[in-house]
């Protein structure tokens, strides 16, 4: 769903090629899959075949003391590097058949435990980053997979560990792929993916030397939010045109714990170009197409805190909207935030109709 994204998120160390990576707990992980496109509306559900592979580095926190990880179960962070053929998708009614080519990406990933039985443990794994395709099937209207080169890339996988000796493990589960730009250049169905995976894991399993906590610290009570930012959607079949949008934000973060936070607050969005009917593919913005500079809306929510990550979702109201579709009267919001101090963050958030993005607004937040 966006171009945006978020190399800003983790610093991640050198990786090893070595099984003992030394010098204190991490990981390499490696998952061969084979999987099948999801999109219901593109035809061939579950036929065209899409095959890759995941390879990971991944260094562990169950040392940290901060309270979210044992709360979450999180076990340790990495930069994932995933890789699938999707050559092989016939694409809507065969208009785009064979017409893609492979996609490369890299992933920040956090890896949470959710039980154990016996040795063998079942995790979740979600991530986020870029992909790059290096052949795509452009603006072509009956194209709903994918319209640009650059894309965001989001992952989850659930699956099982089971330790096989000291140094390695076994690993198979399920998983999921989305790549799509967030409207930036449309059309912009995206691309979603399931795979099933079998992979080993390769680790060090040293005691850590001691114990960590860090030194960021959320902000420990109710706070007001304001946000403020800018953000773009293409043209259809004009892939150097964009239409450019900027959202505002302000609202009431209700402090549940370090982890989570309720929000409900007013959100705006700014048109610079407005729909035109003497000017349809000029300015047509399909959910997103307003009469009027300003929509506005109400919208309740909640977020999740991990680190100085923050991942947020909110669903909304119109109060105002002048727009081409009737049936959009309601709105839904989500993204991550990266905190800069525990009152000031970057944030990429998109504004979403029903399963379709409208843009992404990329900006900042300000806690008070």
């Known amino acids: 769903m966006r171009k945006h994204l978020l190399a800003i998120f983790f610093i991640f160390g050198l990786v090893s090629t070595h099984a003992q990576i030394a010098p204190e707990n991490h990981s390499i992980f490696f998952k061969p899959v084979f999987g099948t496109h999801i999109n219901s509306d593109q035809g061939h559900l579950f036929q065209d075949q899409i095959i890759g592979f995941d390879a990971a580095y991944f260094k562990d926190i169950e040392q940290n003391k901060d309270h979210w990880i044992k709360a979450l179960g999180a076990k340790s962070y990495g930069l994932g590097f995933i890789f699938r053929d999707i050559s092989r998708l016939k694409g809507a009614k ?25 040795k063998a443990k079942f995790n979740f794994t979600p991530g986020i980053g870029l992909s790059l395709t290096n052949k795509y099937f452009g603006n072509h209207p009956k194209n709903r997979f994918l319209g640009s080169p650059v894309n965001e890339a989001i992952k989850a996988d659930l699956g099982m560990e089971l330790p096989v000796g000291k140094y390695t493990s076994l690993l198979a589960g399920f998983g999921f792929l989305h790549i799509s730009n967030g409207g930036l250049t449309v059309p912009n169905g995206g691309l ?69 936070v309720l929000k409900a607050g007013a959100d705006a969005v700014y048109y610079y170009t407005v729909y035109n009917p003497d000017d349809y593919a000029g300015t047509y913005q399909n ?9 506005t809306g109400l919208s309740v929510g909640a977020e999740i805190n991990l680190w100085r990550i923050t991942v947020g979702a909110q669903v909304g109201k119109y109060l105002h909207y002048n727009r081409y579709k009737e049936d959009a009267t309601w709105y839904w919001t989500f993204g991550p935030t990266y905190n800069i101090t525990s009152r000031l963050g970057i944030q990429a958030k998109t504004y979403m109709h029903f399963a379709q993005a409208d843009y992404v607004n990329w900006g900042l937040v300000y806690r008070f």
């Open 94 to 118: 065969d208009t785009s058949a064979n017409s893609f080519g492979q996609v490369y990406g890299l992933v920040a990933q956090m890896d949470f435990e959710l039980f154990k039985l016996g």
């Open 192 to 260: 979603n993916t399931g795979n099933i995976y079998l992979g080993l894991k390769l680790n060090n399993p040293k005691n850590p030397s001691e114990e960590k906590r860090s030194t960021y610290i959320p902000l420990r009570r109710n706070s007001i939010e304001i946000s403020v930012g800018l953000g773009a959607r293409g043209v259809p079949q004009q892939s150097d045109k964009h239409l450019f949008k900027s959202g505002l934000y302000a609202g009431y973060n209700f402090y549940l714990n370090d982890i989570m």
């Open 287 to 295: 959910y997103g197409t307003s009469y009027d500079r300003w929509r």
